[in-house]
């Protein structure tokens, strides 16, 4: 029974891990650009265009942005440490919400039955003390109080999540302006053309 706890324990921790690395990367759809990088007649903007991926909701961020009704990220963490999820759906990630409400709900039911074996082998060693009764009260709230800091974890890590996102929300718009900024030398500069003919 202890190694069918501890593999949950373990599948849990690993899959609140990789939910967490899930929510740290941004949902970002990748299309090529007309014309290509290897295309004879592509240019630079199309070749700049090929190697920059594409947010499907970069113009809805920029109306956001230049409109003003973007919220600060602190204030979207305290929303979200209030209504739990809601910075995921603001920044337009409510793919996370099932990850993040099912490890919720997971250690919350984790939580509540091993507080009832707890309080079941607490009342029995209330009424007739022995070594088994109070290994097993012990046993079961030492898995309780692990269920709730794994649960505890998992709501900051959704707040966290929530204040990233909102920090980061312009950040390929930013990328994008910074990719074709030149600086020039000053007095004259050897200029170097590459082609490729196919």
Avoid at 24 to 36: D, E, K, L, R, T
């Amino acid at each position: 029974m202890t190694e069918l706890h501890n593999r949950i324990r373990r599948f849990s921790a690993t899959l609140l891990l990789a939910s967490c690395l899930g929510m740290a990367i941004p949902s970002v759809n990748v299309m090529a650009a007309p014309g290509g990088m290897l295309s004879t007649s592509s240019s630079s903007t199309e070749v700049r265009g090929s190697l920059v991926a594409e947010d499907s909701t970069a113009v809805n961020r920029q109306v956001e942005a230049e409109n003003g009704y973007r919220h600060s990220p602190w204030k979207v963490a305290a929303i979200s440490a209030v209504l739990p999820g809601y910075g995921q759906v603001y920044n337009h990630a409510a793919w996370k919400l099932p990850i993040y409400y099912g490890l919720m709900a997971y250690f919350a039911k984790n939580v509540i039955d091993d507080n009832k074996k707890y309080n079941d082998y607490r009342s029995q060693f209330l009424a007739e003390p022995s070594a088994a009764t109070a290994t097993s009260r012990d046993d079961y709230r030492t898995k309780r109080n692990t269920q709730i800091v794994w649960l505890c974890l998992t709501y900051i890590a959704g707040i966290v999540d929530a204040y990233v996102d909102t920090q980061l929300y312009d950040f390929d718009r930013i990328i994008d302006e910074k990719v074709g900024a030149t600086v020039a030398p000053p007095g004259p500069a050897p200029l170097v053309t590459v082609s490729m003919k196919f």
